[in-house]
């Protein structure tokens, strides 16, 4: 029980007896239904929910793409190509028969893990995107722990000297943080740290044989990521921690003694996690997705870059599905947070 939580009153008996005349009960009452088999409903709505989100994003990642202008076959013979050999290789990729039959196979395959065969590579897309995710996924989760690490003490600073000089600076930093397009700082990293001091490499990717040698390579373009998201997380917790020091229970924490700095953390830190929570989870999302463009300035091979070449190359089947992995792996974080949320507030298990 947190800091001023007072036992139930004449007011609260009265609401709660409002609420049984009028068959509704009270969020924080108990719903009728054990722990387990209020979770479990509420995990498979969510599940359903999951379920035709992807199937609905898959429907439309597919028309969309089959629709853009733009032959596979045409661009890979070249604009002097026969008929029947644009025929024949149209039949040898798939792409005489239905759009109806083509997205069934398409679909149906990615349930089973295959996705295709590339049309430019002739390899497997799951292949091919399986070793750009090495790439992708590490620089999205180091870009996230520094976006976190800039992000969590900022913010406390701000909150807990509100008005004063620190906020002040922590507002300013992260205005700027937001306004500057994380495109134009890659370039200012490269410029300064790789051109001109020579500490971190300008672009490529070793690999991962000598873990050391890829994290330097990953670090001037997780930098440029986590800028603008480490600001807008900053400026969130800010604002949730004003919002959670002026509840009652923090002002009966500091009544009780507890110091500000005290009351800060044992009660402000925690119940101004749920908003927080929720911008991580987006920009986790984000991270893993919208990459492309930092990719493309360090010329890393990673999921972002693969689908600029794709579209390029009219390589339909490889943006098809790296495209919709993005999609999957976006719907997914946002499910885990959901789940996150009824783990740690009961109420939400039952709405």
Known sequence: MQA??????????RSQGRAGLSGAKPLDAAPGR???????????RRLISLVLSLAVASAVIFLVVEV?????????????AQPETLAALREELGLDLPK??????????????????????RAPVAEIIGERLWISLPLALFALALSILLAFPAGLIAAATRGRAPDLGVMAFSQLG????????????????AITW??????????????????????LPAVALALP??????RVLRSSLIDALGEDYIRTA????????????????RNALIPVLTIIGLQFSFLIAGGIIIEQVFYLPGLGRLIFQAISQRDLIVVESTVMLLVFAVILVNFLTDLAYALADPRLRHR
């Open 4 to 13: 001023g939580t007072a036992s139930p009153g004449p007011l609260s008996a």
């Open 34 to 44: 054990p722990y387990g088999a209020s979770m479990l409903a509420y995990l498979s």
């Open 68 to 80: 853009a202008p733009g032959d596979p076959a045409s661009y890979m013979l070249g604009i002097n």
């Open 100 to 121: 109806w039959q083509r997205y069934l196979a398409w679909t149906t395959g990615m349930l089973t893990g295959d996705f295709g065969t590339s049309y430019t590579y």
């Open 178 to 193: 937001v306004a500057i397009p994380n495109f134009w700082f890659a370039m200012l990293l490269v410029l300064g740290f």
């Open 198 to 219: 020579r500490i971190f490499p300008s672009g490529g990717f070793p690999g991962w044989e000598d873990p050391l040698q890829a994290l330097r390579a990953l670090t």
């Open 229 to 234: 998201q480490a600001a807008i997380l900053a």
């Open 254 to 269: 500091r009544a009780k003694g507890l110091t500000r700095t005290q009351t800060l953390w044992r009660h402000g830190v």
